[in-house]
């Protein structure tokens, strides 16, 4: 039997709001929600991964570091067995990711909508427009193909929408990140 699609929904908060943060996998949007007990904390990334076959938390927090990639990434690295999730809170456009993080992002396939935060940042300063919004999924340790990213200025809140689909290796399902 087949299993379905289930909708991945990302929500990034971009500007003082009373939402939080949230990811959405199929019916389990309540469980994977961020709360960070006050909506205006600034400068925040949350990270979420997932276990692709069981789609269990396996590891779930938040750092304000932007250039380095957080230690409680190290047992997941390089192994693609594990989705990840990055999420951002109120981002201060001086506050995007650098250095070692922004290379580990890339790396895993971040890529257009990054750049274009980044480039706005850069040309317009960060007075322009002040927060910014991001969210990026993967499959840990691939080639970065299959990774899916969005950003926004404007808006309150970024809502990424994307499906994972089970693919049957060797008698067990994989859950890969796919659009809509």
């Not at 199929?26 to 997932?50: C, H, Q």
């Not at 981002?91 to 935060?117: D, M, Q, T």
């Amino acid at each position: 039997m087949s299993l379905p699609n289930l909708p991945v929904t990302v929500q990034a908060i971009n500007y003082y709001t009373n939402w939080s943060n949230l990811i959405a996998i199929g019916p389990n949007a309540s469980t994977l929600r961020l709360s960070l007990g006050d909506s205006t904390l600034t400068n925040t990334y949350w990270f979420v991964v997932i276990d692709r076959v069981s789609l269990k938390v396996v590891a779930n927090f938040t750092t304000k570091d932007n250039s380095n990639v957080p230690t409680q990434l190290s047992p997941y690295l390089g192994n693609t067995q594990y989705l990840l999730i990055v999420s951002t809170q109120n981002l201060g456009s001086a506050y995007l990711p650098h250095g070692a993080l922004y290379s580990f992002l890339v790396s895993e396939g971040a890529g257009v909508e990054l750049r274009r935060l980044e480039q706005i940042y850069s040309t317009l300063n960060c007075g322009t427009w002040g927060f910014m919004a991001y969210s990026f999924v993967c499959v840990l340790g691939d080639d970065g193909s299959g990774a899916f990213e969005a950003s926004t200025l404007q808006q309150n809140a970024l809502l990424q929408t994307i499906q994972l689909m089970p693919i049957n290796i060797g008698g067990t399902n994989y859950y890969t990140p796919i659009s809509l």
